[in-house]
């Protein structure tokens, strides 16, 4: 048979095709990077650190001396993990109390940069809007130099 399908192609139109929807498609379409997020402030104060977080900074030293030829990250991350799970709350306290210092802290700094930030923008909206102008500007420009001429009489 010329130009007929073969076994195989018909099986493969035969089974039901679904489409899946990804991650994006569920959010209203693609989006590129500048759309997605704001550009970050390199002056905004950084989260603290959770007890977790603040206990394996200090695990990972200690698994370091005990284990000098371990090059995975993933490994060194389990066993923390494991060890913090098998803690007590007696055992994670320290830990506890200085992410707490260190959330205190953070909210101090928040709220000065804040404060700082709330002051600011006056300025840069004033900036914004004179720039602004200009390219508006620079459009009528364009159109008064092709030639053309309006009538504002209308």
Known sequence: MKGGRSKAETKKDTKLSVKRKGP???RGGKKTTKEKKAAKDPNKPK?????????????????KEKHPNNKSVSVVGKAGGDKWKSMSEAEKAPYVAKAEKRKTEYTKNMAAYNKKLSEAPNEAEEDESDKSRSEVNDDEDEDDESGEEEDDDE
């Open 47 to 63: 989260r603290p650190a959770s007890a977790f977080f603040v206990f394996m900074e200090e695990f990972r030293k200690q698994y």
């Open 24 to 26: 994006q498609a569920e």
